[in-house]
């Protein structure tokens, strides 16, 4: 006889995630199809329409340019910030635990509250950061083509001139962003074994890099992969600070329309449920072959010990 | 646990039978900061004359958009309050898709409303079809605020000389400029609901929308948006945020500010140390802007409620608040106008006297037009195109006008409702 212990096991999950996770992508997916906004008692099946919107209009076009640079700046700069940190912090004997600290620090600080903060360091005339930059007029570093023009015209606006809004933003998410890297690298440091360095070093590799490039980064593949995939998910879902800075419009003409941003002005602000359900199917899209890309790329190369 | 249980019960029924003593109707507004100080003086003198009736405050909205969905989502859920605060131009939506209930059956049971206050003009802006749907609390137009001090730089030391045109306001722009001031004006273009762009189409006498047809295609069109290309770029206007905008002027940093009268409470109480005065609002011609939109906000009926006692209560709140010393209270907290004749003429004669920066848009009162609404389900969405759009041509992105005007032009009316 056939024992059905088994679905009694998997049945609470199984149930939990067709109710939470499935259905309501499936619900976005069909609604993506209509016209539907909020308010209204029913929809109209429009097709393809919000998907054609999607990839024909200048807005889309600003929306796919602010995420992509958003991600392709933040992975790779928090992954590599993490690895450094941890690495230097690892080598430190004493001081280790206060360094910790300091770059975990604004990973446990509510972004949206940094923003805030961020916001009024910003500030094009009274803020800190300007004001400190002004400080540096008529001394030595006017030679620099750039500082001469700040002083003469003023230096930028971070937040609203559309040359740096988006550079802004991705500083302050790597900013944000790299403490935790860092935590999950060292980490992975600790369950490094001391025999292998000790081998490599028997073997003739003297320098720190060699030890690097041969133990310590093989070592870290797995860690890598986490990580990576990690901040990838975590940059495509930057939102907070985006409706911090940008309750409306999402930065200087556009320049910082994030896909879930575009998602909220859609979906919640101007209650067109259909196209914002649409651009949220695309971000699925978008999340799940990266992942799956990346997967495929690390993976093969990485040893599980 | 026995007695616990019953003292709950107790408690409970107690409560139950307070409530059923008085009648309770659920109430919420927009801009806590602006409006928490005004409702807080009315509460007492409502509670004073009518003691039955409880108004319960739900948690405000942020904005006007916000309050315009949050009624849409409360509506979907069906748990809307009785009365709610909307913003001008968000009132028609709630009429298309029939949540708010018109007023003609409680104004025809009043006998003095005229007498009231309530006048056609500032009634009409809340008129759909025959039927009146909301009673318009406060007003607001668009005004100059001025930082004397820093206008003295180029030469404009009394409040008659101020600009009267935006030609005007350009010449002096490049009179501040030489004078060292680096930013020497900034044009609230990014008020909510295109305001900004609607009073330059108004100051032309030229409504923004004609039914279903958006009229920015026309040559009124092209003046509105020539003027703002020259205004922002004969006087290097930033691209300030809201906050910054209004912290730079307060702060003494900007010499001419163009904004809603609605701030001007709030500018009056954080400014630094200069000399600040109001004045009309410039004009494409020296005789001044044919019309301005009305800002501001109305009170509208939403409740779901079939108890004549309930709806009877809302009403009572209703009228109060927007009449009598209850709007006068509207325009002692805030730099809004109340929309009542009674209350601006009669009430608050005194009070203008001694607010001069309050009196400003009191003064353009017969410029006074709609703020109007982009019909239909993309309204919010039209309104977002339209902003996308003037901040191109505030940060450089747009040159050319009239490619702008034909692109604009098209995208919007594709948003609205076909011709029907």
């Known amino acids: 006889m056939r024992s059905y212990a088994h679905m009694w096991f998997i049945g609470p999950a199984l149930f939990l995630m067709v109710v939470i996770l499935l259905l309501p992508i499936g619900v976005a997916g069909a609604l993506s199809f209509t016209d539907y906004s909020l308010g ?35 992975v790779p700069l928090t992954v590599g910030l993490g690895l450094g940190a941890a690495l230097l912090i690892n080598s430190l004997g004493r001081f280790g635990d206060f360094y910790k600290t300091i770059y975990f620090l604004p990973v446990m600080a509510a972004l949206i509250a940094m923003a805030i903060v961020w916001e009024f360091a910003l500030h094009p005339t009274i803020g800190f950061v300007n004001t400190t930059l002004e400080r540096g007029c008529g001394t030595w570093l006017e030679a620099w083509g750039w500082y001469a ?59 720190g890099w060699q030890r690097f490039r041969l133990v310590t980064w093989p070592m870290l593949g797995p860690t890598t992969v986490f990580v990576v995939t990690i901040s990838l998910i975590r940059s495509f879902q930057v939102f907070d600070m985006v409706e911090a800075f940008y309750p409306q419009g999402g930065g200087p003409s556009k320049s910082v329309y994030v896909m879930m941003f575009a998602i909220y002005e859609k979906g919640i602000q101007q209650n067109l449920m259909g196209i914002g359900a649409a651009i949220t199917v695309v971000f699925l899209g978008f999340v799940m072959v990266l992942t799956l890309i990346q997967r495929r790329l690390v993976e093969r190369r990485t040893h599980y010990v | ?116 206050g309530y006048h056609p003009a500032m009634l009409s802006l809340s008129t759909f079809g025959e039927d009146v749907y909301g009673l318009p609390f406060s007003i607001s137009l668009p005004v100059g605020y001025y930082n004397m001090d820093l206008m003295a730089k180029a030469g404009i030391d009394s409040t008659d000389k101020l600009p009267k045109t935006w030609d005007e306001v350009i010449a002096a722009c490049g009179a501040l400029k030489e004078a060292g001031v680096d930013v020497p004006m900034f044009w609230g273009w990014n008020i909510t609901g295109n305001w900004f762009l609607q009073a330059l189409m108004w100051s032309q ?173 993309n309204g919010l969405a039209a309104t977002q195109v339209i902003y996308d759009g003037i901040e191109g041509i505030v940060t450089g992105e747009y040159g050319d006008m009239q490619e702008l005007q034909e692109d604009l032009s098209e995208e919007v009316q594709d948003l609205l409702p076909s011709g029907s």
């Open chain 1, 149 to 207: 023009h700040g002083c003469a015209e003023g230096f930028p606006l971070w937040l609203t001139d559309r040359a740096y809004a988006i550079w802004t933003v991705a500083f302050i998410g790597v900013w944000q962003g790299f403490g935790f890297n860092m935590v999950l690298y060292l980490a992975g440091l600790t369950s490094i074994p001391r025999e292998l360095y000790h081998a490599a070093e028997l073997d003739g590799a003297k320098t």
């Open chain 1, 40 to 74: 209204n008692a029913g929809a109209d099946f429009v097709g393809l329409k919000n998907y054609v919107q999607i990839f024909t209009r200048s807005t889309y076009e600003k929306m796919f340019g602010a995420t992509f640079r958003y991600v392709f700046v933040v």
């Open chain 2, 205 to 377: 006498d030229k409504p923004t929308v004609m039914g279903t047809d958006f009229t920015l295609d026309e040559a009124e069109g092209l003046v509105a948006l020539n003027t703002m290309n020259d205004l922002f770029s004969g006087c290097e206007m930033p691209n300030y945020d809201l906050k910054t905008a209004m912290s730079s002027f307060s702060a003494g940093e900007i010499p001419m500010y163009f904004w809603s009268t609605s701030a001007v409470g709030t500018v009056e109480r954080s400014k630094a140390d200069f000399n600040f005065v109001t004045n009309e609002y410039p004009g494409l011609t020296a005789d001044g802007p044919m019309g301005l939109p009305a800002g501001g906000n109305a009170a509208m009926l939403v409740s779901q409620s079939d108890d004549p006692a309930v709806l009877d209560a809302a009403w009572k709140w209703l009228k109060f608040i927007t009449s009598g010393e209850g709007a006068a209270e509207v325009a002692r907290t805030t730099g809004y106008m109340p929309p009542n004749q009674a209350a601006n003429e009669i009430i608050l004669k005194a009070f203008y006297a001694e607010n001069p920066n309050k009196a400003t848009a009191v003064r353009q009162l017969p410029l006074l037009r709609d703020w109007q609404a982009y019909p239909g389900d």
């Open chain 2, 1 to 116: 646990m026995k007695n616990t249980l019953t003292a709950m019960v107790f408690a409970l029924s107690a409560t139950a039978g307070f409530a059923g003593d008085k009648v309770v109707i659920e109430f919420a507004y927009p801009y806590s900061h602006l409006f928490d100080v005004t409702y807080e003086k009315i509460m007492p003198m409502f509670n004073a004359k009518y003691p039955d009736i409880e108004v319960k405050m739900r948690a405000t909205y942020e904005s006007y958009e916000d309050a315009s969905n949050t009624i849409l989502r409360e509506a979907v859920a069906g748990e809307l309050p009785d009365v709610t605060m909307q913003g001008l131009n968000r009132q028609s939506v709630l009429v298309e898709k029939g949540i708010a209930k018109s007023l003609e059956p409680f104004i025809t049971k009043e006998a003095d409303f005229a007498k009231d």
